[in-house]
């Protein structure tokens, strides 16, 4: 399971309510008509994300969801995205777009699937928080990044590790509504870092 993340803003100029209408609105599309290997999407509005605009005050954005099945499924979606029947609700939304930043991730553990489930879909919409962590410069340890979903609910919570480097997004993304023992900063090694997130759900499909 990989998922596609975009943070983004709009401009200044266009109107917040109008902006919000038109991300939902191409979310519904697709869902409407999913793309062969699209598992699912969600749109959250959160405040602050520091890779977004880095240096910039912290200010609201949006973090969207993209679930997909593997790596030719990601292909499918982007070519999809601005193809025919979502291309209207695509091109209305990136008309107010301002900042925007993406990343690559890949599900970890948690929220494991179940008979008419898919893993992970449950636990991007129920989660209240996003715990974003990133290891010191120069940390080799892979193992320890594994352990950062120590103590979460595994039905309602999942841990996300970035694939490739697209941008300056944290490695770690643990998604919970509780935050577990796992990446309290007494667990935490020198250098590394955990980053709290509030997030509002917009919608999730």
Not at 51 to 73: K, M, S
């Amino acid at each position: 399971m990989l998922a596609y993340l975009f943070w983004h803003r709009p401009l200044e100029s266009s109107d917040r309510a109008a902006y919000e209408q038109a991300q939902v609105a191409f979310h519904r599309s697709l869902h409407r008509a999913p793309p062969v290997g699209l598992c699912g999407s969600s749109a959250f509005r959160v405040t602050g994300p520091p890779w977004l605009e880095p240096g910039a005050a912290p200010a609201r954005g949006y973090e969207d969801w993209y679930l997909v099945e593997d790596y030719a499924a990601l292909g499918v979606l982007n070519g999809a995205a601005v193809g025919r029947g979502h291309r209207t609700a695509h091109d209305g939304a990136a008309r107010m777009l301002g900042a925007g930043a993406g990343a690559l991730y890949a599900l970890v553990e948690g929220d494991r699937p179940e008979p008419g489930r898919t893993p992970g879909c449950e636990s991007i919409g129920e989660a209240t928080h996003a715990v974003w962590v990133a290891r010191a410069p120069g940390s080799k340890s892979r193992l320890l990044g594994e352990l950062l979903g120590d103590g979460m609910d595994r039905r309602h919570a999942s841990l996300w590790r970035r694939q490739l480097v697209l941008g300056p997004a944290p490695e770690y993304c643990l998604l919970a509504s509780e935050i577990p023992a796992g990446v309290a900063p007494t667990r935490l090694p020198p250098g590394w870092t955990a980053t709290i997130l509030e997030r509002e759900l917009l919608w999730s499909g």
